[in-house]
């Protein structure tokens, strides 16, 4: 069974315009290996931006007179990129998927009363690994201002104040789905886990074999034209800790999430193998009542 995957990244108003040319895709050309160019023509809108992201943001605050005291430092701008596995989507297929994502849009509308208006943008991609949805939307709050009039605030930080903000989304955007006909289960908490949320491209930087080889390509071994040994030390000391601390501490560090996450399974199994002992053990107890009670039941008719 597939999981349904939300993740939140926050961006100040410098990150903008980098993010906008990959999300509306206005490069002619990408590092991002993943991306196939000629898959392209399948991305779609949700919700299409009518100027870049910054100017999109401007006119939004101005239409809907935006509170909040904005800083050069200051997140104004929320990303969720909503996505699952390509098992899943293929089992769905084409008509489910795109509900899938139009269900998921209207969870964000809905979330903490967000609203429509607060959207910049949802772009829909199929041309990289597995379909994903790219959603921007300006973190407001519902509030009320020192005279109790209520206002729209613009305030990163009071939309994710609570220390569990991102387990009530996960566990939100679970439900929404479910309850919409998804067949999806829930992963477990990270407090379980004990293993963080990595963006993609974390993931990409710790698991990927073409990185790896490019960083061992680096490593060059640069001696002096008449080296002696010490020379020699040298320079193999420092090829070597750049081998331990680019590639094998990052792998390193990911398997053993990765045992914390079966340790974690293993316990849960074992609370359930608990579970179903105890209620055999009250089958066989009432049982055995049964039993005593029908023997009893026939003495009294003898």
């Not at 906008?20 to 779609?44: A, P, Q």
């Not at 009670?293 to 008719?301: A, G, I, M, Q």
Request: glycine share 2%.
């Amino acid at each position: 069974m597939s999981y349904a995957i939300i993740r939140n990244a926050k961006y100040k108003r410098e990150n903008l315009k980098a993010v906008y040319r990959h999300n509306e895709r206005k490069n002619k050309n990408y590092s991002n290996k993943d991306i196939d160019k000629t898959k392209s023509y399948l991305n779609y809108a949700l919700k299409e931006p009518e100027f870049n992201y910054e100017k999109q943001i401007d006119k939004i605050r101005e239409k809907y007179d935006l509170k909040g005291q904005i800083k050069t430092v200051s997140n104004i701008v929320c990303e969720y990129v909503i996505t699952s596995d390509n098992d899943f989507f293929k089992r769905i297929g084409e008509k489910e998927t795109k509900r899938y994502f139009e269900t998921a849009y209207k969870f964000v509308c809905e979330y903490k009363d967000l609203g429509e208006q607060y959207i910049l943008s949802a772009k829909v991609h199929y041309d990289e690994r597995s379909p994903h949805m790219h959603l921007l939307f300006l973190p407001v709050v519902h509030t009320t201002d020192k005279k109790g009039n209520n206002i729209d605030k613009l305030a990163c930080s009071e939309f994710w104040k609570a220390k569990d903000s991102y387990r009530q989304l996960q566990n939100a955007f679970f439900e929404y789905m479910v309850s919409n006909g998804f067949d999806f289960k829930r992963g477990l908490p990270k407090e379980e886990t004990n293993r963080e949320h990595y963006t993609v491209k974390e993931y990409k930087n710790i698991t990927n074999f073409e990185k790896t080889k490019e960083t061992l390509k680096s490593i060059k071994l640069e001696l002096p034209e008449i080296p002696d040994l010490k020379d020699i030390k040298k320079v193999m000391i420092g090829r070597d800790e750049k081998i331990l601390n680019d590639i094998i501490k990052p792998k390193d560090k990911l398997i053993e999430e990765l045992y914390q996450d079966n340790v974690a399974l293993h316990k849960e199994l074992s609370k359930q193998a608990k579970t179903i002992e105890e209620a055999e053990k009250y089958q066989n107890e009432r049982d055995k009542i049964i039993a005593d009670n029908k023997e009893l039941n026939n003495t009294v008719k003898i």
